[in-house]
């Protein structure tokens, strides 16, 4: 193991997040988010998002070019001590069935080319609702259709019930108790 200087972890992270960018929505290209969450649980700012224009929920700020290998390289691996990565757990369908459960139909399916774990997979989905067509039931391919307003705000509110950060279980205090106990020992 590479022993580091106590800390440094912190003060990477804290260069990477300098370094996102913002990033238009993967499903139409659109640049109309509605910010539900800013950070996520290493404390990047990543801006979870839902697109106004065809309701998909992303990260409107993300890395790109190098920043996005050095993270992946050199900090990521670090992190992986706090959070146990999806794709020990989850298949294309256990996490289609979790999408769905929660109102949410699959549209596409790929592994990542690149990360900590190439083959990660990544998995888009739609809000069920703006998934249907004329008769009511599920389109054969979701089609990417503006979501009315209320909608985007009723997903919204249920994202952020799901995501419960002041939690000591599974929140931003085990989170940060976690980052600061790698931090002080230089791992």
Known sequence: MIKRLPFSLLHSMGVISRELTSVGCPGCAGDDPRLVWRHDRYFLRVDLSICRGCGLVYLARG?????????????????MQVHVAHCSYFSAASLGALL???????T???????????????IFARPTSSCRDLRGGLAPQCVPVAPAPEEVETLALR??????????????PRAASRLL?????GQ
């Open 159 to 172: 994202i952020i019930g799901q995501i419960r950060p002041l939690s000591i279980a599974n929140g931003y």
């Open 100 to 106: 769905e459960k929660h109102g949410f139909t699959p």
């Open 181 to 185: 106990k790698i931090a002080a020992t």
């Open 108 to 122: 596409y399916v790929s592994k990542e080319a690149q990360g900590i774990y190439p083959g990660n997979l990544r």
């Open 63 to 79: 890395l790109v070019g190098e920043a996005a290998h050095r993270f992946y390289d050199s900090i990521y691996p670090r992190l």
